[in-house]
């Protein structure tokens, strides 16, 4: 069913139709019976009346040629001799004699005709009426259809009354579905409408009652999210300075607190990019959106983690036309970058190039990471955004630290910005092309 | 007249209107676009029109039977569509195959029905006493007729698929025995086929004349004296379609569709 107001105008109005339609040919068909029977008592009275007013029996035509030439009469002797009748009157007794009041439909001069025969006890004779059945019929039809032209001409009037009728009806349904599509991402409260009808009350309760738990649920996720960060961090940063003094006492093998160092150091970052990888996800809706400059937030993620691009003596450049203000969460923007240009450094050989490019494309604001690593082969392209896939397994050709959340990270935050990502072979440097087109309308 | 106007306009228009509600229904059961319809109902009224046209030059051509062999050969091809369409519906790769069959089947019922409609009125409404009575009529077995399409249509869209697919079927089963009943009737009226002793004679039990009589012509092609080709046409139009309808359903029943 595309639309309730289509059903239920097109399925009302049939209904409506077929029952008015077959009562409409049932009351003509008994108002056609109905007239018959009129006409014919008419007939009847017809006959009585020239019994009365015609008292000899001397045979003669009456000169009724001025009138209708739709009814006929005549006067019989008991001989059946005509002895009076009318100019267009048939000249031979059509009627049976058997009974004293009869009708009878008969043949002559061409037309089909309604005839009454009366016995006249008193002089001994028979009266004859008659009337051309098709003019009767049709003045009956022609009755009887003007009684009905009213009542097919206010089926397409109900059919407009009956839509606006349900256009009224769905105004509240109509309401709520305008309240839930204008609501924001993060705008959890309840939905309220002006006298909601029965038929509503249990679905704006349950959608309501949906929302508070939805509501709940979030803010415990978050106090799950700031207490995880405090309790999981605190003891990781116990645990470096720990092994920080370790390693300045020179009383244990540097060789064997190394892996220890390393197993630390890569359970911080997991946990870090755990917890960032929940704080951006679009379900949170959540996140506080102001104006950002896209172009400082890339330079102070360039300066932040320098030392690394130089350690590998790797070539990072920034291209940028002007500054490009979007409307998004800072941290988040902060994230995406990081994770982008530091998955190019890890993933680009020492000496390689990574290229940041910041430009105006069609009616979007366009992030290019381009590097000229080793890259993604085009069939683990839709896989890489997974949780936890990283490219060839666990061991990684890179032998790099990472936990195959960056790229999930950074289409969480997408998503919730309603950008859009693509990835693809960098033309210019050989690796990886990471495209992220933010709308523009978002600014 | 009236009466006369109301049998004759619903008869035609019955006959479309149900052709055209079941397609659409099963397109709705088998997720099949409905573009179809639009181009299909277009076509038909104009080639309705241009029928209703020429009806002189048609009646007149193969010795004066040339309506009856245009009418019959229409109701032949609507007949062939139908039974396509049930041979085909059992794969939804054939949806362009299966649109266009049902474009052809509705835009041909509409010229059929459509024509006899035009000439019919433009026949009567030239005369001023039978103007008002002819449309009225008209109007009112229009109603009626597009009514029962409606009806149907929501019957069938309303039901489960299994139980909406069997109806949409059984009733494609009747109208396709139907059309092949009427065109029999046509061709025997053209002297192609011959006519012998009627098998039997209802008229007494349901006169053909009648209101519920004609719907039953537009259902199921009633007729209280068929000849006894008429039955065996009848009857083997009726086996080519049961065939088809359950080796369709059995199709869906081993894909556990149904």
């Not at chain 2, 041909?108 to 019919?120: K, L, P, S």
């Amino acid at each position: 069913m595309k639309s309730i107001r289509t059903y239920l105008l097109f399925s009302l109005l049939a209904i409506i139709t077929l029952v008015t339609f077959f009562s409409v040919l049932h009351g003509y068909q008994s108002s056609i019976a109905k007239a018959e029977q009129l006409f014919d008592e008419r007939l009847q009275h017809l006959a009585e009346i020239i019994a009365i007013t015609n008292q000899d029996r001397e045979p003669r035509q009456e000169d009724s040629s001025a009138h209708s030439s739709s009814v006929f009469f005549e006067i019989w002797s008991s001989e059946l001799d005509l002895l009076v009748y009318s100019h267009n009157a048939p000249m031979e007794f059509l009627t049976s004699t058997e009974n004293k009041e009869s009708f009878k439909n008969v043949n002559f001069n061409g037309y089909r005709w309604r005839s009454f025969t009366l016995y006249d006890q008193r002089l001994d004779r028979w009266i004859v009426t008659g009337e051309r059945i098709d003019i009767r019929y049709g003045l009956a039809e022609n009755i009887v259809t003007a009684s009905i032209i009213p009542i097919v001409l206010a089926i397409p009037i109900a059919g407009f009354i009956i839509w606006w009728a349900i256009g009224l009806g769905l105004k509240p349904l109509k309401t709520l579905a305008i309240q839930l599509s204008n609501k924001e991402a993060d705008d959890l409260s309840a939905v309220a409408l002006n006298e909601s009808p029965q038929e509503l009350t249990q679905l704006v309760t349950t959608i309501n009652a949906l929302l508070r738990r939805l509501t709940s649920a979030f803010l415990r996720e978050q106090r799950f999210s700031a207490d995880a960060a405090h309790e999981l961090r605190t003891p990781i940063s116990a645990l470096k300075v720990q092994i920080h003094n370790l390693q300045q006492k020179n009383k244990y093998d540097e060789n064997e607190l190394k892996p220890l160092a390393a197993g630390i150091e890569r359970m911080a970052y997991v946990i870090e990019q755990i917890l960032s990888l929940y704080r951006h996800s679009p379900e949170q809706g959540l996140v506080q959106k102001t104006k950002v400059d896209l172009c400082a937030i890339a330079q102070q993620v360039i300066a932040g983690n320098y030392e690394s691009f130089s350690e590998k003596n790797q070539n990072i450049s920034l291209n940028s036309e002007s500054d490009f203000m979007l409307q998004a969460n800072t941290f988040a923007i902060e994230t995406l970058i990081h994770n982008l240009v530091m998955n190019a450094s890890k993933y680009t050989h020492e000496q390689g190039d990574i290229l940041l490019t910041i430009r105006n494309a069609d009616s979007v604001i366009q992030l290019v990471v381009e590097d000229s690593g080793i890259g993604i082969p085009e069939t683990e392209l839709d896989r890489v955004f997974e949780r936890f896939y990283r490219v060839a397994g666990d061991r990684h050709a890179s032998g790099m630290l990472g936990c195959g959340l960056g790229l999930a990270i950074v289409k969480h935050i997408v998503d919730l910005h309603g950008a859009k990502i693509k990835l693809e072979q960098s033309v210019e440097l050989g690796g990886l092309k990471v495209i992220i087109d933010f709308p523009r309308d978002e600014i | 007249m009236l009466i006369n106007s109301v049998i004759l306009i619903l008869r035609e228009v019955l006959e479309a209107a149900l052709i055209v509600s079941v397609f659409l229904a099963l397109s709705q059961k088998l997720q099949l676009s409905k573009r179809w319809l639009m181009p299909a109902l277009l076509f038909g009224f104009a080639t309705a029109a241009i029928y209703a046209l020429n009806i002189q030059v048609i009646s007149q051509a193969f010795e004066g039977v040339g309506q009856e062999i245009v009418n019959a050969s229409l109701q032949v091809v609507i007949f062939g569509c139908i039974a396509l369409f049930v041979f085909f519906i059992k794969n939804a790769q054939n949806h362009k195959r299966i649109a266009f069959i049902m474009m052809c089947c509705v835009s041909m019922a509409v010229t059929r029905e459509g024509a006899e409609i035009i000439i019919y009125i433009q026949g009567l409404i030239a005369i001023p006493e039978l103007r008002s009575p002819v449309l009225i009529g008209s109007i009112i077995g229009a109603g009626i007729g597009i009514s029962a399409g409606v009806f149907f249509y929501y019957l069938i869209a309303s039901l489960s698929f299994k139980n909406g697919l069997r109806l949409g079927l059984f009733l494609l089963i009747l109208i396709a025995g139907g059309m092949i009943m009427q065109a029999s009737q046509l061709l025997i009226q053209a002297d192609l086929i011959s006519s012998q002793q009627a098998l039997w004679n209802s008229s007494s039990f349901l006169n053909e004349r009648s209101l519920t009589g004609q719907l039953l012509y537009a259902l199921i092609g009633y007729e209280a004296t068929p000849a006894p080709i008429q039955v065996y046409m009848y009857i083997c139009s009726l086996f080519i379609m049961i065939t088809l309808t359950v080796r369709t359903l059995n199709h869906f029943k081993q894909r556990e569709i149904i």
